[in-house]
């Protein structure tokens, strides 16, 4: 019984420590090598500038407008601060009605963080790869996004802390994928062009002479 006890208060003890050395809150979705990049930039931004970037990945079916802010007061105890939560949860819902689906929410732990980076820059390195209409699985999209999401976010708490990261994705890989997505959106735009819009526009056009 004095053992179990014991066991209990030391286990009560590591748990908060336990939590804080690692940079997830939970990991439903990455694979191993995807957050070893995400640990790696996170313990270097906290070693470097004593802020903490947490990151929530999972496949929750979140309802919809679900409060992101109250839900993560549940363990934010537990939590070093300064710091900010980014939560990555492609199930939650966003329009039931549309059959809208996937969040991006980051939740700073007070103001002054806050302005250390843009939200919707953040956000949309995660969003805009998962929404694009490739060959690449979701498990592929789900990594891509995450880690750039989370590397664009250190970065820009970096610079704005005037110090130089080394394990962050660099700009230009980040520029180059942005641009191969643009390549593939203007070339679905090219075949829906040649294969869809413009035969319907020539039979419209045959069809009023």
């Given at each position: 019984m004095?053992q179990?006890?014991?066991g ?5 003890f590591?748990?908060p420590?336990?939590l804080n050395?690692?940079?997830?809150i939970?990991?439903?979705l990455?694979?191993p090598?995807?957050?070893?990049i ?16 947490y ?8 309802p919809e407008?679900?409060?992101?802010v109250?839900?993560?007061?549940k ?7 300064p710091?900010?939560i980014l939560?990555?949860?492609?199930n939650?819902?966003i329009?039931?009605?549309l059959e ?15 302005k ?22 979701k498990q ?13 976010l250190?970065?820009e708490?970096?610079s ?14 980040r520029f ?6 643009y390549?593939?959106y ?5 075949v829906?062009w040649i294969?869809i819009l413009r035969?319907?526009?020539?039979r ?6």
């Amino acid at each position: 019984m004095i053992q179990a006890k014991v066991g209990f208060a030391l286990l009560a003890f590591l748990l908060p420590l336990l939590l804080n050395a690692s940079n997830f809150i939970k990991n439903d979705l990455l694979t191993p090598e995807a957050s070893k990049i995400i640990e790696e930039i996170g313990d270097e931004l906290s070693s470097k500038t004593g802020i903490y970037i947490y990151a929530y990945i999972t496949n929750e079916a979140f309802p919809e407008k679900f409060n992101f802010v109250e839900y993560t007061k549940k363990f934010e105890k537990e939590l070093s601060k300064p710091n900010i939560i980014l939560i990555f949860a492609p199930n939650a819902i966003i329009s039931k009605k549309l059959e809208y689906s996937g969040r991006v929410g980051l939740i700073a732990s007070n103001q002054d963080i806050a302005k250390l980076y843009d939200s919707s820059t953040v956000k949309d390195f995660a969003i805009d790869v998962v929404a694009s209409k490739d060959k690449n699985s979701k498990q592929d999209k789900y990594n891509i996004g995450v880690v750039q999401s989370y590397s664009e976010l250190a970065d820009e708490i970096a610079s704005a802390k005037n110090v130089e990261m080394k394990e962050t994705i660099p700009n230009d890989t980040r520029f180059i994928i942005g641009l191969l997505r643009y390549v593939i959106y203007f070339g679905s735009i090219i075949v829906l062009w040649i294969f869809i819009l413009r035969p319907t526009i020539e039979r419209i056009k045959n069809g009023n002479k």
